[in-house]
């Protein structure tokens, strides 16, 4: 049996469901890696009807035997890991397995209060942040004015770590934003309190992912958002603070490039987006309602409600060649059930001209207007179905049509929140480097 390290991609603007592939690969995997991001991502998983929503902490933790890391890349907010922890040890669930890298980055609270008044400051141009703090943590990395976990694990080197940048951010707290200065004291202790708790489950990230290489173990690597809030290749500057894209598993997790095998990018059978920033797809009315609804389209982290569009086969395109995907899975078929048209956006008019890329100019990309394809929907239930034959043709032939369109198979076809509600066409960890379904 060939063994493979993944990487898992989502391959439009986050919210595809990646918690849900994840939570499938991880059976097959032995070391599952989180990258990139904070707390202003999230999955949903389902087990036994029992609703897990996860921020930091892998889905692979689920499993026993698994190791999960969260990566070099991430920024933590220990208070809500801990919430997350707590939360998995009330259900009984062992945790022994999760690992945090020591040069992670971490939220403190004057991260998440920046945020806030940065965001209400910008009024109109807001960005649509999820206010926890995650831009600002991200800065202060860049500056090399960040804490990192390693720092929470002595109270001594954390106040003094913390002197320069408290006192910067205190000042920024009063004189511009008109806020309450946080207390050194109280910062010190909270979070020296967190790495008391935190401490055993400390590592040196790139190390352990290399003894589980050498060791042959299977390694997942799991990027929160999507393809096109990448900091570098999304929606700028209406997109997130770090690299969710492939290229951003080296970095976050300390590997080169060669030791990934494969690139597996989760796409919705339709398109959402949460927060500002242009949407040539978008949905209004009745039928952003229904996808909404039937989809449950409200964000883990936020809550906040999902703005709906038919698949965007360029921004798939775009999403296959800037991350070398060779894969995909499709997620959430079934909200499309009950439809008799559905709509496939193939390319832009852009200023009277067709286009079939992506604009690198967000001034641009908001004056694109979507030039669709039509297909037939099936109009009934596609919950129970568990293998392709069991789907109707029209379902058959409308995901081949996006693999077409995207120029790459479908490997996994996902039909409901459930694990069994899944239809696994090949194993991307120990299945053959093809996929069935394909143009």
């Known amino acids: 049996m060939s063994l493979a390290n993944v990487v898992v991609i989502g391959a439009q603007w986050g919210d595809e469901g990646k918690g849900k592939i994840t939570d499938l690969l991880s059976r097959s995997a032995d070391v599952v890696v989180r990258y990139q991001g904070g707390v202003n991502a999230g999955h949903t998983i389902v087990v036994d009807d029992r609703v897990l929503k996860l921020h930091l902490i892998p889905s692979g933790i689920l499993y026993a035997d698994t190791t999960c890391l969260i990566g070099s890349g991430t920024v933590v907010d220990p208070k809500v890991m801990l919430g997350e922890l707590d939360m998995l040890l009330g259900y009984g669930i062992d945790v022994a397995g999760l690992k945090l890298a020591s040069t992670a980055h971490v939220t403190m609270p004057y991260h998440r209060l920046l945020d806030l008044a940065m965001e209400q400051r910008r009024g109109d141009r807001r960005i649509g942040t999820t206010g926890r703090g995650i831009g600002p943590t991200y800065a202060d990395k860049s500056e090399r004015n960040g804490i990192r976990v390693l720092d929470l694990l002595d109270a001594s080197r954390l106040r003094d770590r913390l002197s320069g940048p408290l006192a910067e951010k205190n000042e920024l707290l009063q004189k511009v934003y008109g806020l309450e200065p946080l207390d050194a004291d109280a910062v010190i202790e909270e979070y020296a309190g967190y790495g008391q708790r935190l401490a055993p ?85 009745s039928l952003n309602d229904h996808l909404c609804d039937r989809g449950g389209e409200f964000g883990t982290t936020t809550g906040r409600r999902r703005r709906c569009g038919w698949f965007d086969g360029v921004i798939g395109r775009y999403a296959v060649q800037v991350n070398g995907l ?36 967000s001034e641009d990309f908001a004056r694109c207007r979507p030039i669709f394809v039509t297909l037939p929907g099936w109009q009934c239930s596609t919950a129970d179905c568990r293998k392709l034959d069991d789907l109707p043709a029209t379902a058959r032939s409308y995901l081949r049509f996006l693999a077409e369109l995207m120029e790459v198979p479908i490997a996994i076809v996902s039909l409901g929140a459930q694990r069994d509600q899944t239809i696994v066409v090949e194993d991307p960890i120990h299945g053959p480097k093809r996929a069935l379904l394909s143009a």
């Open 326 to 361: 060779d894969c995909l899975a499709i997620t959430k078929l079934d909200v499309l059930d009950e439809l008799d048209e559905i709509q496939v956006c193939v390319a832009y008019d852009l200023d009277g001209e067709r286009i079939d890329y992506f604009p690198s100019s």
């Open 201 to 285: 489950h400390v590592v040196d990230c790139t190390r352990t992912i290399h003894e589980a290489a050498r060791a042959r173990k299977n390694i997942l690597f799991e990027g929160a958002q999507g393809t096109l809030l990448d900091l570098d290749h999304g929606t700028y500057p209406f997109v997130t603070s770090s690299n969710p894209v492939s290229g951003g598993a080296c970095i976050g997790a300390g590997v080169g490039p060669t030791l990934i095998d494969r690139v597996i990018g989760v796409a919705k059978a339709y398109t959402t987006r949460v927060g500002e920033g242009p949407f040539p797809t978008e949905l209004g009315g």
